[in-house]
């Protein structure tokens, strides 16, 4: 079992930089896959960040490419999802999501079975 606690966002305005953090409960984080979703009104939830169980691999979605940083630290465990350049579409609910071991579909939500309860991120422009 991993619970998870995301913190760190907030408003910020377009340009803008915010670090999120997801801190993660029991002695098995280093076991974990980790990633970052979002969640917009009205829209599904989407796929943001990826990081390996060491660190060595991430992946991001198109449109964070450059933008968005995702890291870990697994003798704090905690993921962090570094965000600059903030634009106003960036504007959601922010997940972090674990899964035990490696993922073959590592941007579905569903090969995730814990979630953190999201943090909001609101940029204006």
């Known amino acids: 079992q991993v619970q998870l606690v995301e913190s760190g966002g907030g408003p910020v305005q377009a340009g803008g930089s915010l670090k999120l953090s997801c801190a993660a409960s029991g002695r098995t984080f280093s076991s974990c896959t980790m990633s970052w979703f979002r969640q917009a009104p009205g829209k599904e939830r989407e796929f943001v960040a990826y990081?390996?169980?060491?660190?060595?691999?991430?992946y991001y979605t198109d449109s964070v490419k450059g933008r968005f940083t995702i890291s870990r630290d697994n003798a704090k465990n905690t993921v962090y999802l570094q965000m600059k350049s903030l634009k106003p579409d960036d504007t959601a609910v922010y997940y972090c999501?674990?899964?035990?071991?490696?993922?073959?579909?590592?941007?579905?939500?569903?090969?995730?079975?814990?979630w953190g309860q999201g943090t909001q991120v609101t940029v204006s422009s």
């Open positions: 999501a674990a899964r035990y071991g490696t993922v073959a579909r590592y941007s579905s939500h569903s090969s995730y079975a814990y």
């Open positions: 990081i390996s169980l060491s660190g060595a691999t991430t």
